[in-house]
């Protein structure tokens, strides 16, 4: 069959071009990662901030049976509508089967990119080892495909609700660097910090190329910027709501690919939409620096 991914015409251009082009993974701005209408507002402001920066957006996502690079803004309501979680895995699944709409993950998205040949990608943050894999074995597709495809992806580390010394174990096993941009630890997603160190910080755009350079010059795969939420965004008191969502969650038993979806609504009803407007601050940074980084490149 011919080739499962179809860039929208703005992107191939401007790949054709040598042009910056920043990818954005659809499921965070779906109802699967944000409710309506945040999840529009977040994607009017992360395409924004990259075209303000001088850069191409192109939102990935499986729509009529393909898996677009760069989706039409008349298309964006049946986007943020999507409520399929396609991950890597899943391409197979929704191309072959002619899925109206697919969200993608990060995982999804990185596989998409690397087909593409667009070497930047711009994520809220990315799923990793969920606490108490050592049982159930829940760990993202996302770390792999870090791996294996040749993207740098900029997000605000990964969610404090994963195993993050595990997640950043598994990053190192995987040959994948981890940048602190402007940071010497390793974010949290709402928190600045996770105490935790990153292997390397880097102090702008043009170190964090630089890096990403060499690394496919090595013949490698991807690499992640992990890009701290803005000082003014940090909301308080996540905490207990948090652990709140995550005892909820086993109760119920909530498992595999439905527990990222689950956490994330029930901390944003206990945060009475703190956590959403900090989701938004988070993912405009992050496609801003995205911005920046494939300017660079
Ligand atoms: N983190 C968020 N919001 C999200 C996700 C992560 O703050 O919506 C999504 C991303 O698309 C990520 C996916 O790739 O969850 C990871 O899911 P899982 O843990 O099932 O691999
Ligand atoms: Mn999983």
Redesign the pocket.
């Known amino acids: 069959m011919d080739d499962p991914v179809t860039c929208a015409p703005e992107v191939r251009d401007a790949l054709a071009a040598g042009r910056a082009v920043v990818a954005l ?1 659809s ?2 701005f779906s109802r ?2 944000l409710p309506h209408p945040v999840g529009a507002e977040a994607l009017a402001a992360c395409a924004g901030a990259i075209r303000a920066a001088g850069a191409v957006p192109a939102v990935v996502a499986v729509l009529d049976g393909r898996v677009r690079v760069g989706i039409d803004p008349d298309d964006h309501p049946r986007i943020l509508a999507a409520g399929r979680k396609v ?1 890597e895995r899943d391409i197979a699944v929704a191309v072959g089967e002619g899925w109206e709409t697919g969200a993608t ?3 999804a998205t990185l596989a998409a990119c690397a087909r593409a040949g667009v070497r930047v990608f711009a ?5 990793g080892v ?1 606490r108490g894999a050592s049982e159930h074995g829940d760990v ?3 770390l792999p495909a870090l791996a294996r495809h040749p993207v740098l992806v900029v997000s605000a580390g990964a ?1 404090v609700f994963l195993d993050l010394p595990r997640t950043l174990e598994m990053l190192e096993t995987l040959g994948v660097p981890v940048l602190g941009h402007r940071c010497d630890r390793f974010p949290a ?1 709402y928190l600045r910090s996770s105490g935790l160190p990153v292997q390397h910080r880097v102090d702008g755009p043009e170190a964090a190329a630089r890096v990403a350079r060499a690394h496919w010059a090595m013949g490698r795969g991807g690499l992640l910027l992990a890009n701290p939420i803005p000082a003014g965004a940090e909301p308080s008191g996540l905490a207990a709501a948090l652990d709140h969502a995550l005892a909820e969650a086993d109760r119920a038993g909530v498992r ?2 439905a ?2 979806p689950f956490v ?1 609504d029930r901390i944003a009803e206990a945060s009475a939409g703190a956590s959403l407007a900090a ?1 938004v601050a988070l993912a405009r940074s992050n496609a801003e620096v995205a911005a920046q980084v494939a300017l660079a490149l």
């Open positions: 993974e499921t965070i699967l990662g991950a993950t990060v995982s994520t809220g943050g990315i799923g969920h993202s597709a996302d969610k997603f595999g690919p527990v990222t994330l989701n």
